[in-house]
């Protein structure tokens, strides 16, 4: 039987650099996440978005990710 992908929604997940750890010289990565992205959201508006999003922040960014979830069924 051939598997049928039901998209859901995906989660967007902003690193952003808050600092220096002093014991290790190490970044200090700080999270954000935006869940609840569109299934079908075009990855190049994500990123736009994501780029207009740290433009707010006062921390510098580490990456971008975006994680899109599905569900396999029969």
Do not use: C, W
């Amino acid at each position: 039987m051939a598997v049928l992908v039901v998209p859901n929604d995906s989660r967007l997940q902003l690193s952003l650099v808050t600092g220096i750890n002093p014991d290790t010289g190490k970044p200090i990565i700080k999270k954000a996440y935006f869940n609840n992205v569109k299934h079908d959201a075009e990855e190049q508006d994500v990123y736009d978005v994501a780029t207009q999003l740290i433009d707010l922040q006062k921390d510098s960014l580490d990456s971008i990710d975006l994680t899109k979830n599905m569900q396999l069924t029969e």
